[in-house]
């Protein structure tokens, strides 16, 4: 038998076995009493009774094992045009100092602290401070509206917010604080102080007695000791979208995010301690928690901390320089970042400039890989291109080539095959499982494995409704998709409305929600349309109220306004067309599917059950005018 199948029919046939033994790596103040605790099924805990601190596994255990002169961060920001590196030694004492910081504003065990930061150190140090605490981390990433943050304030209801005075996208500087100071105007709950880290590119303008300088807060801090937590305490609340404009707090326990991450790191990334890993993401997406933060640090690697783009910052060459300057060994970023850099540089001219001898893989995910930008990649790096499929509620891989395990032959399209822990299979609308290359529900027998999502934070009936419900016995992804006859799954679309755009997932329910509030909107749809660059844009559908005579392109530049104030610009929500009618089936369904394979100028059914045929023709006519229908 391979190495890769006996390794998952071993997590399969006795994951308490398999992940007791990848425990012994992490550092524990008290062993678990149960490995796996299925107690309350179908809910699962794991090293339940275990107590640790996730801080101490990422830093000081390091620090205390002989690796503190190592770097643990490199900040790289062609943003500033700053580099600055910390050693393990200065990570830990920063974050200790900031932990001081937030202990004497009153954060302790178990409470929440908000942290809107873009991708500076601090971002890191902060996050670190809350798990040093027992505290939970929500960190808010900063392309999200006023509106959006003030959910999460409502929900998350933190002690203490940490936000920098800005953040810096190309051409433009946004000042993150009078978004914040909106946000907390906006929530009916109030943090009792926050911490603003002020940035000379803007300050901020304080609120005396509630707002405190990042600087001062350290310098009057003294370093904090670690806390042991229980191992199913939360470490964080991270914010995804949901089929609604509320979105789900995923919550991450501490051990078992320990033991999946550190194990990740050398099986699935092939990466050792002492190594150069980067995920070039954002600290506001769960790629960032997990391959920014976290698991790099777990592993005694050195994690990149990149704040720019992949192209325009200066140029499509800037991941070359990255990997170049800093040796890195293993790059794992989203695909639609290879291709904006394939878009300005075809021919991968800019390579040539850098040596990446040392550079070993590629790792994508977030979003379908589309085989020209595989075999792109392949082509111009000459190192295996890994695509892998996982998902904020998972918080690490549920498919990928292991390198560190066994390199399998790659399939176009297919992220290969299960992690251990991760019992895949495809269901038809009954639950009953399909054949071989038959489409259906992707899901995953439970319990799930360590490191994925024990709860939804504030609504464990909205976590059972969401994802345990509709198959008894599994987790439902919300992804549709196949498993050939050699056992490699493929992940084709989603199966309610969350569309992938620019690798940010997000819900194009949530934009209806802000649509249907203008006061001339009678009827409204979005759908993702397929988009060259970002995988997939919105595009919302409007029927005007009755009487409205006012011009729709005005209309238009309402509603796109409305979605960038109330989500936020990482919607990317810029093209709407006016519709007489939207089609919907008999019983009054709104036919999202076809609109959207209409826009995409792909090959399209008549409904049976459509209740009115001749409004698609229009609907088609009104998407060639802003560029979509085009087969
Ligand atoms: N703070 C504030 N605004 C932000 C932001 C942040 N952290 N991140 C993005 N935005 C804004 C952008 O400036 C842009 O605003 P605009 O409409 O005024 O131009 C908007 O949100 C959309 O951003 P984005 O989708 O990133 O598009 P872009 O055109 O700026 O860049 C790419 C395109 C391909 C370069 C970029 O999407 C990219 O690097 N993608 C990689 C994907 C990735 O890292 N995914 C993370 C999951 S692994
Ligand atoms: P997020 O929670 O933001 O990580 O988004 C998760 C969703 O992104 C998944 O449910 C998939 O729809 C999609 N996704 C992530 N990785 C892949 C992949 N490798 N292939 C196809 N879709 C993916």
């Avoid at 990482?570 to 959207?596: D, E, H, I, N």
Wanted: hydrophobic share 40%; glycine share 8%; charged share 25%.
């Amino acid at each position: 038998m391979s190495s890769y199948n006996a390794l998952h029919q071993s997590s399969l046939a006795d994951p308490e076995e398999f992940w007791s033994r990848a425990a012994e790596s992490v550092h524990w103040y008290k062993r678990w009493d149960r490995v796996l605790d299925d107690s309350d099924k179908p809910f699962y805990r794991w090293f339940s009774g275990g107590e640790l601190n996730t801080c101490y596994n990422a830093l000081d255990l390091h620090c205390d094992t002989g690796r503190g002169e190592q770097d643990a961060l490199i900040y790289d920001s062609p943003m500033t045009g700053q580099v600055k590196k910390f050693t393990y030694f200065e990570l830990r004492d920063e974050v200790a100092t900031f932990a001081g910081a937030l202990a004497n504003r009153g954060v302790g065990k178990g409470d929440r602290v908000i942290v809107y930061m873009p991708m500076v150190p601090e971002a890191l140090i902060a996050v670190l401070a809350c798990a040093r605490l027992g505290a939970v981390h929500s960190v808010v990433f900063g392309g999200f509206a006023s509106n959006e943050l003030a959910v999460r304030i409502d929900d998350a209801t933190p002690k203490v917010i940490v936000a920098a005075s800005c953040g810096l996208e190309p051409g433009r500087t946004i000042d993150y604080k009078p978004l914040l100071d909106e946000a907390i105007n906006l929530a009916r709950h109030k943090p009792s102080s926050t911490i603003i880290l002020q940035r000379e590119q803007s300050r901020a303008s304080m609120v005396s007695g509630r707002d405190f300088d990042w600087q001062e807060v350290v310098a009057a801090a003294t370093p904090h000791p670690c806390v042991p937590v229980l191992a199913t305490d939360p470490l964080y609340i991270l914010y995804t979208s949901g089929t609604t404009g509320e979105p789900k707090g995923v919550v991450r326990d501490n051990g078992g995010h320990v033991v999946a991450l550190k194990w990740s790191m050398a099986n699935i990334y092939d990466v050792q301690p002492g190594e150069v890993y980067w995920a070039a993401s954002d600290v506001g997406w769960v790629v960032g928690h997990s391959y920014i933060i976290y698991a790099p640090l777990f592993a005694g690697s050195t994690t990149v901390l990149f704040e720019g783009k992949p192209v325009g910052t200066p140029d499509a060459g800037v991941f070359w320089r990255v990997i170049a300057d800093h040796d890195v060994k293993c790059l794992f970023t989203a695909p639609t970042a290879f291709r904006a850099i394939r878009k300005e540089d075809p021919d991968g001219r800019l390579l040539k400039n850098y040596d990446l001898s040392g550079y070993r893989s590629l790792f994508l995910a977030g979003e379908r890989l589309d085989p020209d930008t595989l075999k792109w990649a392949q082509e111009k790096l000459g190192v295996p291109v890994v695509d892998h499929w996982w998902q904020t509620e998972t918080g690490w891989p549920i498919c990928s080539n292991l390198l560190g395990v066994e390199v399998l032959p790659v399939k176009e399209g297919s992220p290969t095959k299960p992690a251990p822990g991760w019992d895949m299979q495809v269901l038809d609308d009954n639950g009953k499982p399909v054949g071989a290359n038959e489409i259906g529900a992707l899901v995953a027998k439970l319990p799930l494995p360590p490191g994925t999502f024990p709860t939804l934070w504030n609504a464990r009936e909205r976590h059972f409704d969401a994802y345990l419900k509709d198959y008894p016995g599994y987790y439902k992804t919300s992804d549709a998709g196949f498993i050939d006859e050699d056992g490699y799954v493929f992940v084709m679309s989603r199966t309610d409305d969350i569309i992938n755009v620019a690798g940010h997932r997000l819900s194009t329910g949530a934009m209806e929600e802000v649509l249907a509030d203008h006061p001339d909107v009678a009827e409204c749809a979005v759908c993702g349309v397929a988009d060259q660059l970002k995988g997939q844009l919105p595009v919302g559908f409007l029927v005007l109220n009755a009487g409205v005579e006012r011009d729709p392109s005005v209309v238009v530049t309402e509603v796109v306004t409305m979605v960038r104030d109330r989500i936020g610009p990482v919607a990317a929500f810029k093209q709407a067309v006016v519709v007489k009618r939207l089609p919907k089936t008999r019983s009054g369904k709104v036919l999202r599917g076809t609109m959207q394979k209409i826009a995409d100028g792909s090959q399209w059914k008549m409904p049976a059950t459509i209740d009115d045929p001749v409004i698609l023709d229009e609907i088609a006519e009104m998407l060639r005018t802003i560029g979509y229908a085009r087969s």
